[in-house]
T-cell receptor, first 116, second 115 residues
Framework: EAGVAQSPRYKIIEKRQSVAFWCNPISGHATLYWYQQILGQGPKLLIQFQNNGVVDDSQLPKDRFSAERLKGVDSTLKIQPAKLEDSAVYLC??????????????FGEGSWLTVV | AQTVTQSQPEMSVQEAETVTLSCTYDTSESNYYLFWYKQPPSRQMILVIRQEAYKQQNATENRFSVNFQKAAKSFSLKISDSQLGDTAMYFCAFTPNFGNEKLTFGTGTRLTIIP
């Protein structure tokens, strides 16, 4: 079974530039998450999708971050304009999202962003 | 709001020894799930073990086991016969039990296995 795929794995950009990350979840997984992990910290949820609808985006800095999951499968996370403090690993994850409790959440390998 | 606390930023242990990583959490929920994830340098989060709060029996997965103390809101991970491949960051995580999984993570413990 293929895992959660993310690209690009590494990106270096200058501040005020834009960047986009792509994620393809495990086949059949209805729920997709984007987490931000700053060095030395645990991951923090940015946004959660159930199919193509947003369940939670309360911690997404909406003035610069946007995310979409138009067809309920893959997703794109965009940052524009980037700030130095956006340097982090962006982890995509997915789960079955059946509405039953305790579904395991599977993570991709992450996209490393460095803003200089 | 739920919080997860890992009070040990770093730990190290000799290969083949046993090590215990600590985690405490705070929630007003009566039922929930707790997890330990391993994050090697590649940064992929790998599920190590999970515990359902309504189950009194502590979860076990091969060399990994937990000590779940619901009243104390404590959830420690014990790694037996530690191996070099166990070197990684370990994160404790929580999700409430209402059919909408959303993990809250602790700050992690960096574990080093010494040959």
């Amino acid at each position: 079974e293929a895992g959660v795929a993310q690209s690009p794995r590494y990106k270096i950009i200058e501040k005020r530039q834009s960047v986009a990350f792509w994620c393809n979840p495990i086949s059949g997984h209805a729920t997709l998450y984007w987490y931000q992990q700053i060095l030395g910290q645990g991951p923090k949820l940015l946004i959660q999708f159930q199919n193509n609808g947003v369940v939670d985006d309360s911690q997404l800095p909406k003035d610069r971050f946007s995310a979409e999951r138009l067809k309920g499968v893959d997703s794109t996370l965009k940052i524009q304009p980037a700030k130095l403090e956006d340097s982090a690993v962006y982890l995509c994850a997915s789960s079955l999202g059946t509405g039953l409790s305790g579904n395991t959440i599977y993570f991709g390998e992450g996209s490393w962003l460095t803003v200089v | 709001a739920q919080t997860v606390t890992q009070s040990q930023p770093e730990m190290s242990v000799q290969e083949a020894e046993t090590v215990t990583l600590s985690c405490t959490y705070d929630t007003s929920e009566s039922n929930y799930y707790l997890f330990w994830y391993k994050q090697p340098p590649s940064r992929q989060m790998i599920l190590v073990i999970r515990q359902e709060a309504y189950k009194q029996q502590n979860a076990t997965e091969n060399r990994f086991s937990v000590n779940f103390q619901k009243a104390a809101k404590s959830f420690s991970l014990k790694i037996s016969d530690s191996q070099l491949g166990d070197t990684a960051m370990y994160f404790c995580a929580f999700t409430p039990n209402f059919g909408n999984e959303k993990l809250t993570f602790g700050t992690g413990t960096r574990l080093t296995i010494i040959p």
